[in-house]
């Protein structure tokens, strides 16, 4: 499947990357902080989920300015074969995503489920050449589970969490569907960085309590 993207956006989707993986980590230590103090084993969940999603995001940017680089300079194909440094720093951020979003959905598994979750990677590994739509599948669990939360008890912090969890996912079925649209391409980005930076939002305003 081919991906549409704007000539001008080209290099720009690597700080994209770098700054999701920045918030990530960001993400990662107000949520151990969070844990530290309340004990809430989600928020130990999210702690690690954002740390692995934050070393994911920053292979993926490195790779994506090492493929900038080499496309822009001509020492790279595009159409270069396997096996290579871009395609092992693929791979590297896939595994990263499918266990960060595993945690991340392990959040809201009923208690009696959590058990099994060993069995639940091997189950995604089966989807890895649709990246995108499984990690959106995955994600959609998230998703809807935390607006559940959200209508039970409106708060804004659940608001938050749901957007986020939200516009994460959109990012990826935007980047499914990337092949008809350019603007495709950049509205995941974008959705992206907002995301996280929602989630960055909502544990200040818990650590601030």
Known sequence: MNIL??????????AF???ASLIGFFVSFLAYKAYSF?????????YLSFAILGIGFLIHGIISIYTYFGITTGT???????????????WIYSIC???????????????????SFPLFLPMWWKGFPYFHISSFFV????????FVNYFMKKTI?????????????????LLFFSSFSMYFYVSAHLCLLTGFLLLLYMLIRINKR
């Open 97 to 115: 995503s499918f266990i960060g979003y595993a945690l991340l959905a392990f959040m809201y598994f009923p208690k009696n489920f959590k058990k």
């Open 38 to 46: 309340t004990k809430v084993i989600n928020h130990f969940y999210l």
């Open 139 to 146: 994600l959609s669990y998230v998703i809807f589970h935390s």
């Open 157 to 173: 912090n659940k608001l938050l969490v749901a957007s986020s969890f939200l516009l994460i996912g959109l990012y990826h079925l």
């Open 17 to 19: 990357y770098l700054l």
């Open 76 to 90: 790279l194909n595009i159409f270069a074969g396997y096996s290579s440094f871009r395609d092992f720093g693929w």
């Open 5 to 14: 993207i704007p000539s001008w956006f080209f290099g720009i989707d690597s």
